[in-house]
């Protein structure tokens, strides 16, 4: 009997583990900065601006608030920390009277005078009616509400909010919807950083009474441009059997299409692998091909029959990131640069034509900046560089196979300080399509660099093995390819 029942434990145990790795995570954990469900009593998290705030059972609940029973007046309490930045505040607000109902965020240590009787914080906040909402943003001289729309937020009922700070921007979503009802960008000297506040304000209409429950701040990682080894700004497709060791993978945007692969913009081959903890994948739509793993992964549309071996997270706001690297304006030269085959030769910074290393030669680089109007690698060659350089390429680069683009054996510099900027399209109309692809490295190539290919497609092509950041409109890797991150663009 008792063997009996511990084989079914068991099998339940099992079952529910196996239930439970199914089941999709729909946010991203995050750590948590605040949280408060008022079953217990952590009035020391709080600081009481004005009012009496109390703990009280009410709407079958233990929830944190008061009536206000006074004309043209207003109370506040505050939570958190000034210095806080990108966050998510989530709480449920239970209004039983009155009209007047308020949250602010980004709150500084400031007060504004633009309305004295209530003597609300410097930051921004949402003012609700029973019918309406309006975003507000106080100076310490200033008030405007750039959004305002009807709601449905009638006493006596629990409606949860979520509201996400990220940068200059700010989306209010309303009960379980995945749509915001605010999206707005803040243009005009936002605030970037500041705690949470509770309130409630009477005009002619008093008393007033709401309620909060289960307030929660947690902190957004939002990805930057230099945390990706792969970044494409409308399509990513990595190849079969390729490895990232680490780094980011990834499409920014939307694509309006052709897509590079699968009808996706992210697409993860075959067998690929990014397995390191602290490498993420994202896209609009992700596909993961058969026996691909891939650790956390951020998606609207995910299919394939890849392993996701960390967190899924849905949605996912776009752009991915909000930042590509800014190509200084330059101009190549008109003088062409070509080494013989087998020939070692140094070059200097300046302004050149069209560079032309042929088969089993070797060109050495010194620190400085360069402009090309175009690169031919031919097989077998190297370009080394001794010293930290910025390569500014007007035309197309390409490279044959068994190339190596690196720092030269003897430099003290790695991938980070080699950065190369190619400006050229695709072919002749810079289609997706379109042949030659703006920059392309042959077969089994050694990169250590950091690429951006403004206007169309980076290539690697089979069995290369690349360190550093790869960025272009489209971006793909190879059959077999091997990725490393070490970032140079030093994007904020």
Request: charged share 15%; proline share 5%; net charge negative.
């Amino acid at each position: 009997m008792i063997k009996t029942i511990l084989r079914s434990f068991i099998v339940f145990t099992i079952f529910l583990l196996a239930l439970l790795a199914l089941l999709p995570m729909a946010i991203r954990a995050q750590p948590i900065l605040f949280q408060d469900d008022f079953e217990q009593d952590k009035s020391y998290q709080w600081d009481i601006i004005a009012g009496d705030w109390t703990r009280q059972f009410v709407g079958g609940s233990m929830r944190y608030g008061l009536v206000l029973p006074t004309p043209s007046s207003g109370v506040e309490t505050q939570g958190g920390d000034f210095s806080w930045t990108n966050y998510e505040l989530s709480f449920d607000m239970f209004p039983l009277q009155g009209v007047d109902r308020n949250v602010f965020f980004r709150v500084n240590d400031q007060r504004t005078t633009v309305v004295p009787n209530l003597n609300l914080p410097v930051g921004y906040g949402l003012h609700m009616y029973q019918n309406h909402m309006w975003l507000q943003k106080f100076t310490t001289t200033t008030g405007i509400e750039p959004v305002d729309l009807p709601i449905s937020l009638p006493d006596g009922v629990s409606t949860h909010f979520r509201i996400q700070v990220n940068d200059n921007n700010i989306k209010v979503f309303l009960g379980d919807d995945t749509s915001p009802t605010i999206d707005y960008t803040d243009n005009d000297d936002p605030f970037l950083s500041g705690r949470i506040a509770l309130a409630l304000t009477t005009g002619a209409v008093y008393p007033t009474e709401v309620w909060f429950d289960n307030v929660t701040v947690t902190a957004i990682d939002t990805p930057i441009t230099n945390d990706f080894v792969i970044l494409g700004e409308e399509g990513v497709w990595v190849k079969q059997n390729a490895t990232i060791y680490n780094g980011d993978v990834g499409a920014s945007l939307i694509g309006s299409g052709p897509f590079l692969d699968s009808g996706v913009e992210t697409s993860i081959g075959n067998g690929v692998q990014i397995t390191n903890s602290e490498s993420d994948v994202y896209g609009d739509s992700v596909k993961l091909k058969q026996g691909s793993q891939v650790q956390d992964i951020f998606y609207n549309d995910l299919s394939g029959l890849g392993t996701v071996l960390g967190d899924e997270n849905t949605p996912l706001d776009l752009p991915v990131v909000s930042d590509f690297p800014t190509v200084p304006v330059f101009s190549p030269g008109t003088i062409d640069v070509e080494v013989p085959a087998n020939d070692n030769q140094s070059i200097t910074p300046g302004s050149y034509g069209d560079l032309v290393v042929r088969s089993g030669a070797t060109l050495t680089f010194s620190a400085g900046e360069y402009n090309f109007n175009s690169w031919d690698i031919r097989k077998n060659a190297n370009i080394y560089f001794d010293g930290s350089v910025e390569i500014r390429i007007a035309d197309k680069l390409g490279t044959r196979e068994n190339v190596e683009v690196r720092p030269s054996p003897s430099a003290t510099i790695d991938a980070s300080d080699v950065v190369v900027y190619i400006t050229g399209i695709n072919g002749n109309n810079g289609n997706l399509g379109a042949t030659p692809k703006a920059a392309k490295f042959g077969v089994q190539n050694i990169i250590e660099a950091n690429v951006y290919v403004e206007n169309g497609t980076l290539l690697l092509k089979q069995n290369t093995v690349a360190t550093g950041a790869f960025l272009g409109k489209w971006v793909i890797g190879g059959v077999s390819t091997e990725f490393t991150h070490d970032s140079g663009f030093l994007i904020p």
